[in-house]
């Protein structure tokens, strides 16, 4: 079965500085891989999503991730953060056609 | 309001009631499915639909829950003899048949069993 590994619990940043989440996943086959966003008080919502084709995918709000196959990873990126993106990230791994699978989530903090 | 929607949004039994959850995924989606989420963790995977079938269920599930999706539209989600481990927020999403759209999350129902 495959599986989510998000090394960064919580992850605590300045505004304007860099971020990097980490995600890797366990599964051999070809996958599509997915970051989702939680805002306080929101629901689940798609950020970007990678399944083929260039392996630096953009998503909204000048997030973006990188699909490093050799290495199982895809993680997100922002050059620079705002307080607005305070929120818990997830990382999901759907490499079958019918379910994904999540990983814990990284809780962000933007401080101003 | 087009999105996923998630009917009640809280809900608090006794231990050992039954409780039902439902789910009006987007219109135009052939798949729904079902999490569940407790503090700390990313959702878990419970079962999922594609039109009114159930092609998955997952083998942590307790067969106290049970799901049904008639006519391929909404979806309820059954838990029978709640436990407090049961408590957690019930997720429900819903995906274009491509498994590479990725999916839209109602608001969740969250589960309190005291």
């Known amino acids: 079965a495959q599986s989510v590994s998000q090394h960064n619990h919580h992850v605590i940043l300045s505004e304007a500085a860099s971020l990097e989440l980490g995600c890797n996943y366990s599964?051999?086959?070809?996958?599509?891989l997915f970051w989702y966003v939680q805002y306080p008080g929101q629901h689940l919502q798609l950020l970007l999503k990678?399944?083929?084709?260039?392996?630096l995918v953009k998503g909204i709000k000048g997030f973006e991730a990188e699909f490093i196959k050799s290495k199982f990873s895809f993680n997100l990126r922002k050059p620079s953060v705002q307080w607005s993106d305070t929120a818990e990230y997830f990382c999901?791994?759907?490499?079958?056609?019918?379910?994904?699978?999540f990983g814990d989530g990284t809780t962000l903090t933007v401080k101003p | 309001d087009t999105g996923v929607s998630q009917n009640p949004r809280h809900k608090i039994t006794k231990r050992g009631q039954n409780v039902t959850f439902r789910c009006d995924p987007i219109?135009?989606?052939?798949?729904l499915y079902w999490y569940r989420q407790t503090l700390g963790q990313g959702p878990e995977f419970l079962t999922y639909?594609?039109?009114?079938?159930?092609?998955?269920k997952s083998r942590l599930l307790s067969d106290r829950f049970s799901a049904e999706r008639p006519k391929g539209s909404f979806s309820t989600l059954e838990i029978q003899r709640t436990e407090q481990g049961d408590s957690a927020m019930y997720l429900c999403?819903?995906?274009?048949?491509?498994?590479?759209?990725?999916?839209?999350f109602g608001s969740g129902t969250r589960l309190t069993v005291v």
């Open positions: 999403a819903s995906s274009a048949d491509s498994y590479n759209y990725g999916y839209t």
């Open positions: 599964y051999g086959g070809t996958v599509n």
């Open positions: 990678y399944f083929s084709g260039d392996p």
């Open positions: 999901a791994v759907n490499p079958t056609g019918g379910k994904s699978t």
């Open positions: 219109s135009e989606h052939n798949r």
């Open positions: 639909f594609q039109n009114e079938a159930q092609l998955e």
